[in-house]
Each structure stands twice: as structure tokens, then as C-alpha cells.
């Protein structure tokens, strides 16, 4: 089945310093969805890509769907402690009988102030 | 609007129980999909409805079940409960294929 590898699988930062992480997979996706989990409660949609070598802004949150629709990337600026949580990776492929999110293990994020 | 709601946010329950559990979607959205949520597998589909059909399944067993009723109301029930059975259980509601899904806050099922 389709597969997400997503990483750093944590990553300790200081306050104001830029991040990055990512997702490659092993299939196709036509959509690339990253979200934030904070402790105890579901993921939160950060940014939703739907076209390959689409870049999508939101605030300090940057991300790009990869040419080969098979990766993507989430860069966070000048990151706060707010930012602290799990950040998943998500993709979606739109074809007949797929209805579902394959989603990467997580990136856990630590700022230290 | 009202987000996703799922009930209840915590529940015990002993090996070999039964348990089910409640999913509000957004306001017309008429997909609804459940997530077990374990620190060992990260994140695994369940199923997946639309307008009360079930359109797609993950690789749990049979145990694992749900419905979904002509309001969107989703609910999901576990048959003869293991121990590792207990997770966190996500549902996820969308306007459409390939639209962002927005997720609920999850029920926490511990099974002693």
C-alpha cells in the first residue's frame, strides 16, 4: 500500500530559528494536506495543496506540492514557542474507490525559548 | 460554524465489551471518515462514508464497524474490545473528494 516516509522524526529548535521538514511517497498523490496535533487534541489543517509545484503561504507556513506529486515540504519562519507540537504530512489520491488520508509518522517539534 | 464533535472525549471499558462512538460532522459536509490514532502506527484509516455508504475501508478486522446517517452523524462501534483496541479514534469530515478534512478532537478509548 501507499506509504509516507516523513521526516526528522523530532527536531529541537531555538526560538526564532527558521524549520523544515518533509514527506516523500512512495505513490502519486493529488493533494498534500499538512496539519498540527497538539496534545490531546485532533490535527488541525495547516495548509492544503492541490496541484504539482503549487507553493502555498499561511502566515509564517510555507509549503510546496513537488513536481513528481510524490513529495512535499512544510518550512516554518521564525518559529515561536506556539509552534511546539506534531506536524503531519497527509496525502490524498483522488482515484476511483480512494477515499482516504495516507499520513507520514510525524515531525515533533520542540522550541526552546 | 461548529466544528467536527465527536462523543464522548474519554471512555474505559473492559476486554470483551462493546463501544460506540459518536461523530457530528461540520455543517454540509456529507463525508465523514474515522482514524485510529496509536503512538506504534501513527495514524491508520478505518472508513470512509458518504450520503450513509460506506465507499472505503482500511485493513482492520471485522470488529471494527460504522454507519453513517442521512444527517451526516456518523458513528462507529468496536465489537469485543482488546487491549489494543485502546487509541485515540479521529473522525474527519469533508465537503468533497480531495478537500481539506477537517478533524474532530477524538475519543479517547482506554481498554483495561
Known amino acids: 500500500g501507499q506509504q509516507l516516509n516523513q521526516s526528522p522524526q523530532s527536531m529541537f529548535i531555538q526560538e526564532g530559528e527558521d524549520v523544515s521538514m518533509n514527506c516523500t511517497s512512495s505513490?502519486?498523490?493529488?493533494?498534500w494536506l499538512w496539519y498540527k496535533q497538539d496534545p490531546g487534541e485532533g490535527p488541525v489543517l495547516l495548509i492544503a495543496?492541490?496541484?504539482?509545484?503549487e507553493l502555498t503561504s499561511n502566515g509564517r507556513l510555507t509549503a510546496q506540492f513537488g513536481i513528481t506529486r510524490k513529495d512535499s515540504f512544510l518550512n516554518i519562519s521564525a518559529s515561536i514557542p506556539s509552534d511546539v507540537g506534531i506536524y503531519f504530512c497527509?496525502?490524498?489520491?483522488?482515484?476511483?474507490?480512494?477515499?482516504?488520508?495516507?499520513f507520514g509518522k510525524g515531525t515533533k517539534l520542540s522550541v526552546i525559548p | 460554524k461548529a466544528g467536527v464533535t465527536q462523543t464522548p472525549r474519554y471512555l474505559i471499558k473492559t476486554r470483551g465489551q462493546q463501544v460506540t462512538l459518536s461523530c457530528s460532522p461540520i455543517?454540509?459536509?456529507?463525508?465523514v471518515s474515522w482514524y485510529q490514532q496509536t503512538p506504534g502506527q501513527g495514524l491508520q484509516f478505518l472508513f470512509e462514508y458518504f450520503s450513509e455508504t460506506q465507499r472505503n475501508k482500511g485493513n482492520f478486522p471485522g470488529r471494527f464497524s460504522g454507519r453513517q446517517f442521512s444527517n451526516s452523524r456518523s458513528e462507529m462501534n468496536v465489537s469485543t474490545l482488546e487491549l489494543g483496541d485502546s487509541a485515540l479514534y479521529l473522525c474527519a469530515s469533508s465537503f468533497g473528494q480531495g478537500a481539506g478534512y477537517t478533524f474532530g478532537s477524538g475519543t479517547r478509548l482506554t481498554v483495561v
Open positions: 497527509a496525502g490524498h489520491f483522488s482515484g476511483a474507490g480512494s477515499y482516504q488520508l495516507t
Open positions: 495543496l492541490y496541484k504539482a509545484g
Open positions: 505513490s502519486i498523490f493529488n493533494t
Open positions: 455543517s454540509g459536509h456529507r463525508s
